[in-house]
């Protein structure tokens, strides 16, 4: 990726963060710190790998996304906005009756989302069977998913994870957005899922790691990897919890909470400072 490009990705997702801090503001209630945190996998997902078309939300070929850790709602419609799919305004609606955006994806009534996730653990499957169908049925597309590091303490993760590669879904990319925090602490003191890596091996996965997983280059070095295995992948990204806003980062009562006034308006300062700097 040449640094055009990279500069253009990074502008998106420091949009995409605006995004985020503003509808959870708006909706007093969401879950910043893992929006932020996987922001840049959606935005490279997004913007550079899959195919998709906006003005076709239901394109039979495009690619499918499903995000299985579905709290993180606000990152994945921020991105949708962001690649055309609705309207950024509606980001200020974010949870409010009527609306369509609400505290979790929904299908029936989002243009650009493939999957209904919210129930911890199952977006995997679901997932898994679309890749299958795929292989199957027709026609030919990827199958791109999300999950948390707390949501793999889930059993149906394992599961699924067995069943695609049974069944070798090589055209099943899985993201682990290992932040290492969930809502009652560290992964680590609630019930460690580690080592992640060696666990998705077991079940008969390629799997990459990437120290950095909010870092364009290791994603697409990793999205590239991935694509020449003939096993479904499991890339394992150490991410920041509440990337982007400096009193979120690492910060576990984050996890689920919205911004009062004051702030929102340092989060928006120094999201907005972050993409001055931009250029």
């Known amino acids: 990726m040449d640094k055009a490009e990279k500069l253009e990705l990074k502008k998106v997702a420091c949009r995409a963060r605006m995004g985020i801090i503003e509808g959870i503001h708006a909706a007093k209630a969401g879950h910043p710190g893992g929006s932020l945190s996987c922001t840049e996998i959606l935005t490279y997902l997004y913007f550079k790998k899959m195919k998709v078309d906006p003005k076709n939300p239901k394109w039979e070929e495009r690619d499918r996304f499903v995000l299985s850790k579905g709290h993180a709602a606000p990152a994945l419609y921020a991105v949708l906005a962001e690649r055309g799919f609705f309207d950024p305004k509606e980001l200020l609606n974010l949870r409010q009756i009527g609306s369509m955006l609400q ?19 199952q977006g995997i499957s679901a997932a898994v069977g679309m ?28 599961e699924a994870a067995m069943f695609a590669a049974n069944k070798k879904l090589n ?11 969930q809502i009652d602490g560290s992964v680590d003191e609630v019930n460690s899922p580690h080592p992640i890596d060696k666990k998705f091996e077991a079940f008969g996965f390629n799997v990459i790691c990437i120290d950095d997983g909010n870092d364009f280059d290791k994603i697409e070095d990793a999205l590239s990897k991935a694509d020449k295995s003939d096993k479904p992948t499991a890339i394992i990204a150490k991410t920041v919890k509440g990337k982007g806003v400096s009193y979120m980062e690492n910060a576990v009562n984050w996890h689920g909470a919205a911004p009062n006034d004051e702030l929102y308006e340092q989060a928006m300062a120094e999201l907005k400072e972050a993409y001055a700097k931009l250029g």
């Open 171 to 181: 055209n099943l990319v899985l993201f682990v957005d290992n932040n290492n925090l």
């Open 131 to 158: 890749a299958l169908s795929s292989k199957h049925f027709g026609p030919d597309f990827k199958v791109y998913s999300v999950l948390g590091d707390g949501e793999i303490e889930e059993g149906q993760v394992w």
């Open 103 to 121: 505290g979790h994806p929904d299908l029936k009534k989002i243009p650009g989302v493939d999957m209904s996730t919210g129930s911890l653990g």
